[in-house]
């Protein structure tokens, strides 16, 4: 297990610039969120690719820009949207590959009362992309995100049962914090079908901080993870007013590196 960071901290600063801004402070293990179509042309892989190269980083896992439109695009009952939309995130597992990634992290519906779609449909429309994930070398994995269907301990629950092995989970602390839920319950939903983790910290008043400077049990994490038999890696995962300095996002790194 290693300790990496997404670009998202930096966001709106530009993806190639907070790639080259990250690793030039000592990061090496990255998810990259894709914020535009241009990002990924061929040409701007090649140079996200130069800077891996050059620094040796690892890009572990991508977030597609449209993860607020996944809804729309994949999980209406328009079916050729669906359709459409499939050949669509196929421009993004063909970036992942180009770039070396490993997982493509998903958001999905936000309201089945508009989508139309009921559980078990969901669960077939997520099993199709992630086969088609399978094809470039790709893991589709859910995310549980605040005011989405995956918000719920129990639907990521009754997902990893209907899916079994084909079902796969993105825990991100913040988000479940967000939505009323203890992180704890929201792994011990996903269980060994977990594969990467969002990390980030939380108090009372503010649901996503940098690690180390809240109240989540790190330890407790851990532990509860190894129950699991976790394989996968932690990503940095905040918004950039959580922090002043970049010097605070080694200062978490280096927090994490004790702590797991």
């Known amino acids: 297990m290693s300790i990496g960071i997404s670009t998202a901290c930096l966001y709106p ?8 801004l990250l690793l030039a ?3 090496r293990l990255f998810e990259i969120f894709f914020n535009s179509p241009s990002e990924l042309e061929p040409d701007f892989l090649s140079l996200l690719k130069r800077k891996f190269s050059q620094y040796g980083g690892t890009l572990k896992s991508i977030h597609p820009f449209t993860s607020g439109f996944e809804s729309y695009l994949l999980f209406s009952n328009y079916e050729r949207r669906f359709e ?8 993004y597992f063909q970036a992942a590959h180009r770039l070396g990634a490993q997982i ?10 508009k989508s139309g779609l009921t559980e078990p449909e969901y669960f077939e429309r997520f099993a199709q992309l992630a086969r088609r994930g399978k094809r470039y070398g790709i893991t589709l994995a859910q995310e549980n995100v605040n005011a989405f269907r995956s918000a719920d301990p129990g639907f990521v ?5 209907y899916l079994g092995e084909e079902a796969s989970f993105v825990l ?5 914090v967000r939505s009323g839920f203890d992180p ?6 996903m269980g060994e079908r977990l594969i990467h983790v969002h990390i980030n910290d939380h108090t009372r008043e503010q649901d996503c901080l940098l690690p180390g400077v809240g ?12 129950g699991f038999g976790y394989q996968g890696d932690f990503m940095i995962e905040v918004y950039r007013k959580n922090f002043q300095e970049l010097e605070e996002l080694n200062k978490a790194y280096r927090f994490l590196c004790e702590k797991l």
């Open 157 to 161: 629950r009754r997902m990893r049962a």
């Open 13 to 20: 600063m530009y993806t190639e610039q907070a790639l080259s």
């Open 184 to 189: 704890f319950v929201m792994c011990e939903a």
């Open 215 to 226: 109240q989540m049990d790190f330890a407790r994490l851990q532990t509860t993870l190894n």
């Open 172 to 176: 991100d602390i913040k988000q479940a």
């Open 25 to 27: 402070q000592g990061f």
């Open 84 to 91: 459409d939309g499939v050949k669509f995130y196929d421009r």
């Open 104 to 113: 493509l992290v998903l958001h999905g519906d936000r309201n089945p009362e």
